[in-house]
């Protein structure tokens, strides 16, 4: 397996910072560019639940502030004892920003346990690639 070291401890690092008073479910991410960089991202809720803010979608949203377009790969983690995989709106928001090669990557408190392909996490999906 590559060494997904620095992505992993962005966002290990992220979900170490997420706001989660509600649900008490933290969740990190951390995207690298096609580049190179990597935008970490955690959740955010809010008491009018569900307008909270999803790890994935404020790696994204980083990523783009940051001038990044592409992801090369994504790793997605949380304070649960099970991987947990992206919901379907964000699903769609990595896809969004994808390449046909792009890695998802689950990974628990210490190691990326599952790698998926783009195609693999939104079978079937609408896109231009």
């Avoid at 008490?24 to 990597?38: C, Q, Y």
Wanted: glycine residues 10%; neutral net charge.
């Amino acid at each position: 397996m590559k060494n997904y070291h620095q992505l992993f401890i962005s966002a290990r690092e992220a979900l170490a910072r997420a706001y989660t008073p509600y649900s008490r479910f933290g969740v990190g991410a951390a995207v690298e560019t096609d580049d190179g960089r990597i935008f970490g991202g955690c959740n955010v809720e809010n008491v009018s639940y569900p307008c909270g803010t999803c790890a994935e979608e404020s790696a994204i949203a980083a990523m783009i502030c940051g001038g990044g377009r592409k992801i090369r790969r994504i790793l997605i983690t949380s304070d649960g004892k099970e991987l947990i995989s992206p919901c379907g709106a964000c699903r769609q928001r990595i896809l969004e920003f994808c390449l046909p090669e792009t890695e998802i990557l689950l990974a628990d408190d210490k190691e990326v346990k599952k790698i998926m392909t783009a195609a693999e996490l939104l079978p079937g999906a609408f896109r231009e690639f």
